[in-house]
């Protein structure tokens, strides 16, 4: 829950009404921490992983529909450049976890994402 609190950037008290109110809707539930008996996990239902999928393919078929006028070669070329900017505006694993709260995994899995590149760059520091 804590770690959830500071992706999400709510107080204690708001990420629990959060996680309260997306369990009353049968998209998360909580479980025991197999890392920490004291503490819980929060995960996605059947019901909560067809909701993010949902989101996350509204949000592809928008990026899809405006990267269409670009050409392939303007589109490795913006990629080039959001790759930059987004590796400059990644300082630390706390901006990293802001930024990537909306990420497509599958999309950009950890090891070529710029910002967790950047962040795990960061803590080698």
Do not use: F, W
């Not at 309260?20 to 539930?29: M, P, S, Y």
């Not at 070669?73 to 590796?87: I, S």
């Not at 709260?101 to 803590?123: G, K, S």
Request: net charge positive; hydrophobic share 45%; with cysteine.
């Amino acid at each position: 829950m804590d770690h959830l609190r500071q992706i999400v950037g709510l107080s204690a008290a708001g990420t629990t009404r959060l996680v309260d109110k997306l369990q009353a809707d049968g998209l998360i539930e909580r479980r025991a921490s197999l890392a920490d008996g004291r503490s819980r996990a929060v995960t996605l239902t059947k019901a909560g992983s067809k909701s993010a999928d949902a989101v996350l393919e509204a949000r592809r078929t928008v990026y899809a529909h405006a990267l269409a006028v670009l050409s392939a070669r303007d589109r490795k070329q913006l990629a080039r450049m959001l790759d930059a900017m987004l590796t400059a505006l990644t300082p630390d694993r706390a901006t990293c976890e802001l930024t990537c709260r909306l990420c497509d995994i599958a999309a950009c899995p950890q090891d070529i994402c710029p910002v967790e590149l950047a962040a795990l760059n960061a803590e080698k520091s």
